[in-house]
């Protein structure tokens, strides 16, 4: 008995070691498949590790080379953690860190500096000059530690705030120890400028990759996105069901825009950092695109609140046959303008394409409005039509929003200077300006 | 001429510099008033200021006195360094950070050594050394630098890939140099310790701040906002006017909610990591806090819809007499009953207190369906009263999702065991075992 069930023990212990193993394995496969994701989603980010590790690799030669290792007092450890550290993604959020790290450093330095003579010159014995530097250090940290809770600091300076605290430390605290007060501070600020300046140069001659273009691509893109859901959303609630596949991942393309504000902001913050490159120049209107931005979550919110009546609509009625030509026609005109505006932003030029669509929405509108106006309801089951006739009201709230997204578009159109590259799109109003179009001749629905 | 243009320069130059000095001084009293806020809205920003300052005064005994001084081989730079990086607001983040830096140093250290021994025993001249420990260094560099971009990476330990490339680099360089290896990874592994270890005992033993309880609070909070918003929403649109000032901001709460996933999500993460602390045991069921918020921005994001319709409402009409109070009644209600399963979760106990609420708003929901199937339309204006009605059937939807989140802050006492500490509140089916409530009860909407 004994023995049968150390056997079985045995066996258990054998099954558990193989699950373990296969565990293992299958946790490592999946792994190295989500490691693949990255880079297929944005080849920028194999590039970027390149960058960083042969710039890491660069200053490494303030080691392997002597003349470079003495010049830096045999100690250039600090260039290196510096470059690793201020290694941001973007050109933008690189120089906001750098920024941050080298103001803080001069700063903290320099105060440094000042309490060292003042403890030196004041205080004599070495009691009284600790209490007197621990007691600054208190102020200090407390102080600058509750500053980042500021949001304006929080927002842009809270890693120059980190920053300072160290640096102020690292200068005023060997003091103590009577190491080279001045030569410390010296040593920090160069080694520091040193690597802050390698990795600006890297990330700036190397394959630049500008937070400005990403703010510019990623609203585009949301503008393609809300497109595609609302041509979706008509599709699937009235439409007919070839390609439901590809409709379905369509209709729901819209959640990711509805968490899209932190993401903006921190670009946004990032882009006014950059100086010119591609099209944009000093001083674009970074601003205009966070407006668009709340205009397109807005447009989320009501093509989510659509989706939630895609079930109680599902079944035909009297009333679903005579508003859905028109309801089809809306979300198909709608989509294609939202998705002509994603293109002229992606091309920089103005959104002139984009407006027969616009009117066309505005007539079809006019239509459904028109239809819900005629006595289109006598004698049908009321309660039971709720749904679509709900339907049919926020679909018109989605045209008006995607009219005041053209307009919002044309503003940054007008701020930016977008230009007609190509002479065959010409503009459809040759006689006008081009900051009238889509401004006078809305027609305001509600 | 010139002379009374120079007076009329000086003149512009002097209000030039009025100017400034009044923008100055109106900019630095903004920010002073600014920087009372952080701590208005919540004081234990302050605590954790002197919690930092005084936790890094402390270390700053490490320079003070001569005997610790020297046991850390007179360089303690690096506690101070620990202390400042790992200083987070929350036990939740300190630990998780905590383990990150220590994990990658301890990792990193023994991979600098065996790179040294490496380079040391089988390459023998410096050239070949230093071109083999350059190309290390490239490999290891870009291939963490690559890894944190893996979203999983990114969530949890983007801060130890970064120790990490940062030890490395700190471990094996200076060898190259002929400096102790084994020395300088014996004393980062030391000093990083003990300062992780300074900042974790002044975490949890003075006035520990937890992102647990923060998680609890900002659930309870955004189901208490969500209350006032449609209760304000039921007194806008349909009721009297009365203390409109408050309704209206009242009204506008829920917009925070929207934008609650990024914070929940963090503070979730962290939670995960801290001992149990008053209400909360090991294994507090964390997720479904998410599974909470979820419902949460779905049914802000119906009442953003809702609050679209508020202008088009506004003039009274025959229909809106009819459903006029039924609607207010139903605003009340689910406001009332969130707001209950607000104070459930904040004093955990089980939220059979709601029940009674939300019995009354699916009552008075079902009127409002058969005032709505009764021949309530004919002979009127149908088509001024879509809005309308669209109001009532969003109503009809924020009901049924009051319901999920009921069902849902159900499952979260029945999942973290909230007791019943006051008797007077006795659970409203005493036969009945707590788990069965709201859930076998459910009368679905739709």
């Known amino acids: 008995m004994a023995s049968s069930s150390e056997v079985i023990a045995d066996t258990n212990n054998?099954?558990?070691?193989?699950?373990?193993?296969?565990?293992?394995?299958?946790?490592?496969?999946?792994?190295?498949?989500q490691l693949k994701k990255p880079a297929q989603d944005d080849p920028r980010?194999?590039?970027?590790?390149?960058?960083?590790?042969?710039?890491?690799?660069t200053v490494s030669a303030f080691y392997?080379?002597?003349?470079?290792?003495?010049?830096?007092?045999k100690n250039p450890m600090w260039i290196i953690i510096t470059v690793i550290l201020v290694s941001e993604f973007s050109v933008g959020a690189t120089l906001a860190k750098c920024f941050n790290r080298g103001l803080a450093?001069?700063?903290?330095?320099?105060?440094?500096?000042?309490?060292?003579y003042l403890v030196d010159s004041i205080m004599g014995g070495h009691i009284v000059g600790s209490v007197f530097l621990g007691t600054l250090i208190f102020v200090i940290v407390a102080t600058m530690t509750y500053m980042r809770f500021v949001p304006q600091i929080k927002a842009k300076y809270d890693y120059g705030f980190l920053v300072f605290i160290l640096t102020f430390c690292?200068?005023?605290?060997?003091?103590?120890?009577?190491?080279?007060?001045?030569?410390?501070?010296?040593?920090?600020?160069?080694?520091?400028?040193?690597?802050?300046?390698?990795?600006?140069?890297?990330?700036?001659?190397?394959?630049?990759?500008?937070?400005?273009e990403d703010l510019h691509n990623l609203v585009s893109k949301n503008l393609q996105k809300l497109g595609d859901s609302i041509q979706g959303f008509g599709d699937e609630c009235f439409g007919t069901s070839e390609g439901e596949g590809s409709n379905k991942s369509n209709l729901q393309?819209?959640?990711?825009?509805?968490?899209?504000?932190?993401?903006?902001?921190?670009?946004?913050?990032?882009?006014?950092?950059?100086?010119?490159?591609?099209?944009?120049?000093?001083?674009?209107?970074?601003?205009?695109?966070?407006?668009?931005?709340?205009?397109?979550?807005?447009?989320?919110?009501?093509?989510?609140?659509?989706t939630g009546f895609l079930d109680s609509t599902k079944t035909p009625s009297e009333i679903k046959n005579?508003?859905?030509?028109?309801c089809i026609q809306?979300?198909?005109?709608?989509?294609?303008?939202?998705?002509?505006?994603?293109?002229?932003?992606?091309?920089?030029?103005?959104?002139?394409?984009?407006?027969?669509?616009?009117?066309?929405?505005?007539?079809?509108?006019?239509?459904?409005?028109?239809?819900l106006k005629s006595g289109l309801w006598e004698g049908t089951n009321l309660f039971e039509d709720i749904p679509i006739m709900t339907v049919t009201y926020l679909l018109l709230d989605v045209v008006s929003c995607t009219q005041k997204i053209a307009e919002s578009v044309h503003e940054l159109s007008v701020q930016a200077k977008f230009k007609n590259k190509d002479s065959k799109v010409a503009p459809n109003y040759p006689n006008s300006p081009p900051h009238d179009l889509g401004v006078h001749h809305v027609i305001t629905i509600n």
């Open 14 to 33: 054998n099954n558990n070691n193989v699950t373990f193993w296969q565990r293992f394995v299958a946790k490592m496969v999946g792994v190295m498949l």
């Open 45 to 57: 980010r194999l590039i970027h590790s390149f960058k960083v590790a042969l710039s890491i690799t």
């Open 64 to 73: 392997f080379v002597k003349y470079l290792f003495v010049c830096f007092d």
């Open 105 to 116: 450093t001069v700063l903290a330095s320099a105060l440094g500096l000042g309490c060292y």
């Open 170 to 212: 690292i200068v005023s605290l060997p003091s103590y120890r009577d190491e080279d007060l001045l030569d410390i501070a010296k040593r920090r600020v160069i080694t520091i400028f040193t690597g802050v300046l390698m990795w600006i140069l890297v990330s700036i001659i190397v394959y630049p990759i500008w937070a400005g």
């Open 253 to 306: 393309a819209y959640k990711s825009v509805l968490n899209s504000k932190q993401i903006e902001e921190s670009l946004a913050n990032f882009a006014r950092w950059e100086p010119c490159h591609g099209p944009f120049r000093y001083g674009h209107p970074w601003k205009q695109y966070l407006k668009i931005g709340i205009l397109l979550r807005q447009c989320a919110c009501l093509i989510d609140s659509l």
């Open 322 to 326: 005579k508003v859905q030509e028109t």
């Open 330 to 371: 809306i979300s198909k005109e709608t989509g294609k303008s939202l998705k002509e505006l994603s293109v002229s932003i992606q091309k920089t030029i103005p959104p002139c394409a984009a407006n027969p669509s616009i009117q066309k929405s505005k007539i079809v509108a006019m239509n459904l409005k028109s239809i």
